[in-house]
């Protein structure tokens, strides 16, 4: 019994060591997560704003694209550092495009954009 109350408390006594040095890769990976799912809220709202044709809206969530993006660089991951720079890539090609310039209609391709934070979302939860 007492060799077993030892080998348990060994046990817990390296879990709860390993748990805080990995302590840091816990919080990359939820601030990994909670950036994906902004840059996810401003997919929405740059549809919203090709549906409805609203260039200032457009502009305004692709900025928040950049800055939810520039918030990747203190995730210290290779992957996630890759899959952001994916997704800079994609806002980069939207401006390029022109999209939200001139008012009217917004003729965008947001899909390489979407996948780019699909694959993000994926290593953060990964």
Known sequence: MRATAVAAVAVIATTGITGLTAGCDVQQAVDCARIAVDL?????????????GDG????????DLDQN???LHGVDDADAEQAGDSVAAAVDSIRASGGGEGGGEIQVDLAPLGD????????CSG
Not at 116 to 123: D, K, M, Q, R, Y
């Open 56 to 63: 200032d809206a457009f502009e305004t969530a692709l900025n």
């Open 116 to 123: 780019a934070i699909s694959a993000l979302s994926g290593v």
């Open 69 to 71: 993006v520039e918030e």
């Open 40 to 52: 996810t809220g401003n997919l929405n709202d740059l549809q919203q704003a090709v549906d409805a």
